[in-house]
T-cell receptor
């Protein structure tokens, strides 16, 4: 079945460091790919998405590129801030499917 | 847009009891899904409703059931609660087609934290 694998966490960085959170997926066809963020005590917020190969999603300085050849959708940010501390989830939605399939989440902590 | 609102925010129930969780979807969103998020895990799909009918179900037993109403509200009912049902329950809505998640993703509520003791 469809699945999403994220890099093991937690991840701790200093402010202004470069961030990469790896995400790979397994799915038939051409799924849509998403990154969601969850701040403490809150639900999930859509951070960015890409619906076809080579698309780049971007928002709030975060970027991720849909790589069909490597089945990846890695999240990157050039300079992180303390306010970026949260749990990040990579997810996919397969064509014709009714659901999102999530990875296990990566907890990110940014120290000042 | 009014967002997705869930109630209550926290709930404590005893094993064997029944619980009803409520969700008010974003206006115009006729697709609603429910997810269970255990501590430290990613959300797991329970089921989806589209125009008041169940439109897909994850690997959850029948004691998990739902309803969707014409006013974009919905309910998740869980019977015969078990300790492992303790989790954050998330409601998510999407606009348009039965498979709205594919193109648009979902708007999530803040969840109901259920603790079964």
């Amino acid at each position: 079945g469809d699945s999403v694998t994220q890099m093991e966490g937690p991840v701790t960085l200093s402010e202004e460091a470069f961030l990469t959170i790896n995400c790979t997926y397994t799915a038939t066809g051409y799924p849509s790919l998403f990154w969601y963020v969850q701040y403490p005590g809150e639900g999930l917020q859509l951070l960015l998405k890409a619906t076809k190969a080579d698309d780049k999603g971007s928002n709030k300085g975060f970027e991720a590129t849909y790589r069909k050849e490597t089945t990846s959708f890695h999240l990157e940010k050039g300079s992180v801030q303390v306010s970026d501390s949260a749990v990040y989830f990579c997810a996919l939605s397969a064509q014709g499917a009714q659901k999102l399939v999530f990875g296990q989440g990566t907890r990110l902590t940014i120290n000042p | 847009e009014t967002g997705v609102t869930q109630s209550p925010t926290h709930l404590i129930k005893t094993r064997g009891q029944q619980v009803t969780l409520r969700c008010s979807s974003q206006s115009g969103h006729n697709t609603v899904s429910w997810y269970q998020q255990a501590l430290g895990q990613g959300p797991q799909f329970i089921f989806q409703y589209y125009r008041e009918e169940e439109n897909g179900r994850g690997n959850f037993p029948p004691r998990f059931s739902g309803l969707q109403f014409p006013n974009y509200s919905s309910e998740l009912n869980v019977n015969a609660l078990e300790l492992d049902d303790s989790a954050l329950y998330l409601c998510a809505s999407s606009s348009g087609q039965r498979t709205g998640a594919f193109n648009y993703g979902y708007t999530f509520g803040s969840g109901t934290r259920l603790t079964v003791v």
